[in-house]
């Protein structure tokens, strides 16, 4: 049989084919439109997403035999809002992850409804980010608009609606709506009340890997495939990302360094810390996860080559780069504000300490080591919460750089599994399919068997010694620059 993934990213969909051992049949990806219509807003149009998404499933399954099509999983961005009218019509283009608007309605819920509460409800606190402040936001700025929602959802889940009429999410994804209670897994009716939302427009909840229901009969006409195919929850990108990579069970680690940055560590017992620096999320495996979140990773990278070098051979730049541990210019990486451990949507990306002798090297160096420190902060939550992590795997678009896998191993002290197969959130989704048509017993069975370690970056003593030399300083610019944010 085959299982189909579809990783409903911030610039693309990502499919993927598997069969039920694991082997990877295709991979296809679709780009779609972001847009910017005021600073610190980002929005994309969920129409784009299914139709990318069915093009993209056609253009996968060519040459393939579509009547073995049993399911489809997914990973996908998180937090966005979507909303739809009682007639299913978008009611505005969706407001994403990476968007800023939201800052007083964050405050609001921090400061005035208060972080106690907040963590006692849904065990986080609220971020620019989140659902939640982003269903404020609309209240207050479109109320015309906030009177004619029917159903609320994630971006991954409208593509779930469009294709099988299921209206569902996950308690993965929906953990990052700051609607959830997270250690209950159900609907908070505090953060109900609180953002005038009633349960009737909030999806129906399942496990990552449960059934939600079956492809229409119109869309599976379209894409050549059985009406019998199932279509399961799937989870949010970073849950996805991790089942792909065999971070299920206990005490797992996976850092992803996609267009955010994410370090994010498996645990069977519920926990949360108590300045809430890292978020406490239900995992896809029905256990939980802590993790911290940086806004601005691979796109830290992927702005500096291309919009300050005007280059892509992203190869070509980190060349000239050796001297590691020794570099005097530092970069602060908050080009969309930042999320953990600081949830300052003001912060801003900064470099610091040239001279006349700094080189276009040593900045694209500065870049690199600066997401690693960032991702470091997320870290030192959790050693204080007592989490001993001595491995990592690795993930993401910036995992693809020998050099960047050995700045992280050694910033952070880990050593680092490169996976013979890294496709993300994609290959979890389709991981996610498979474990739901009855393929596999359960998530964590499949996710160890399927991650297949094929290399480690070790810490170097002398690296990492001059490494914490240097993240002791750039730990202390955040608070610094703080107050000209």
């Known amino acids: 049989m085959i299982y189909i993934g579809i990783d409903l990213g911030t610039s693309a969909v990502k499919l993927?084919?598997?069969?039920?051992?694991?082997?990877i049949l295709k991979t296809v990806s679709k780009e779609y439109p972001l847009f910017f219509p005021h600073p610190g807003w980002s929005e994309q149009n969920p129409e784009d997403w299914f139709t990318q998404s069915v093009e993209g499933m056609k253009e996968l399954t060519e040459g393939i035999d579509r009547s073995k099509v049993a399911g489809i999983?997914?990973?996908?961005q998180m937090h966005g809002l979507v909303t739809l009218d009682e007639n299913?019509?978008?009611?505005?283009?969706?407001?994403?992850?990476?968007?800023?608007?939201?800052?007083?309605?964050?405050?609001?819920?921090?400061?005035?409804?208060?972080?106690?509460?907040?963590?006692?409800?849904?065990?986080?606190?609220?971020?620019?980010?989140?659902?939640?402040?982003?269903?404020?936001?609309?209240?207050?700025?479109?109320?015309?608009?906030?009177?004619?929602?029917?159903?609320?959802?994630?971006?991954?889940?409208?593509?779930?609606?469009?294709?099988?009429?299921?209206?569902?999410?996950?308690?993965?994804d929906a953990s990052g709506m700051l609607l959830l209670d997270v250690k209950n897994r159900c609907w908070?009716?505090?953060?109900?009340e609180i953002c005038d939302v009633r349960e009737e427009q909030l999806p129906k909840l399942y496990e990552s890997w449960e059934v939600v229901g079956t492809l229409k009969p119109e869309v599976a006409a379209e894409l050549g495939f059985s009406a019998d195919v199932k279509v399961v929850a799937g989870a949010g990108d970073n849950?996805?990302?991790?089942?792909?990579?065999?971070?299920?069970?206990?005490?797992?680690?996976?850092?992803?360094?996609?267009?955010?940055?994410?370090?994010?560590?498996?645990?069977?017992?519920?926990?949360?810390?108590?300045?809430?620096?890292?978020?406490?999320?239900?995992?896809?495996?029905?256990?939980?996860?802590?993790?911290?979140?940086?806004?601005?990773?691979?796109?830290?990278?992927?702005?500096?080559?291309?919009?300050?070098?005007?280059?892509?051979?992203?190869?070509?730049?980190q060349a000239p780069i050796e001297k590691l541990g020794e570099n005097h210019v530092f970069f602060l990486p908050y080009l969309m504000g930042e999320r953990s451990p600081h949830n300052n949507p003001d912060a801003r990306g900064v470099f610091f300490g040239m001279s006349m002798d700094t080189t276009r090297a040593d900045m694209t160096q500065a870049v690199l080591e600066g997401v690693a420190f960032g991702l470091r902060d997320s870290l030192e939550v959790a050693r204080k919460l007592g989490i001993k992590i001595e491995r990592t795997k690795i993930c993401g678009g910036g995992a693809k750089s020998p050099l960047w896998k050995k700045i992280i191993a050694n910033v952070m002290n880990l050593k680092v599994d490169v996976l013979e197969v890294e496709e993300g959130p994609s290959m979890g989704g389709a991981m996610l399919a498979a474990v739901g048509c009855g393929a596999y017993l359960d998530v964590e069975t499949i996710g160890k068997k399927m991650a297949h370690v094929v290399d480690t970056v070790e810490p170097e003593e002398e690296l990492v010694a001059k490494y914490e030399e240097c993240y002791q300083r750039f730990r202390k610019l955040y608070p610094t620059l703080t107050p000209l944010f």
């Open 188 to 192: 908070s009716r505090e953060m109900m």
């Open 239 to 317: 849950a996805a990302a991790a089942v792909g990579t065999g971070t299920v069970g206990d005490g797992q680690c996976n850092i992803s360094l996609g267009t955010s940055g994410t370090i994010f560590i498996s645990s069977k017992n519920f926990g949360v810390d108590e300045n809430n620096a890292l978020h406490s999320f239900c995992h896809a495996d029905g256990s939980y996860h802590l993790m911290g979140c940086m806004l601005s990773a691979a796109s830290c990278n992927k702005w500096w080559a291309e919009e300050i070098l005007q280059t892509k051979d992203f190869a070509a730049e």
């Open 16 to 23: 993927l084919a598997m069969d039920e051992n694991g082997t």
């Open 73 to 76: 999983g997914f990973g996908g």
């Open 88 to 172: 299913d019509k978008v009611i505005r283009p969706a407001i994403l992850w990476n968007d800023g608007r939201s800052q007083k309605e964050t405050e609001y819920l921090n400061n005035e409804i208060g972080k106690e509460k907040l963590s006692a409800y849904t065990a986080n606190i609220a971020f620019a980010g989140f659902t939640a402040p982003k269903i404020l936001w609309m209240k207050k700025n479109e109320p015309e608009k906030f009177a004619k929602i029917a159903k609320i959802m994630l971006p991954k889940d409208y593509l779930a609606y469009r294709l099988s009429g299921s209206f569902c999410t996950d308690v993965s």
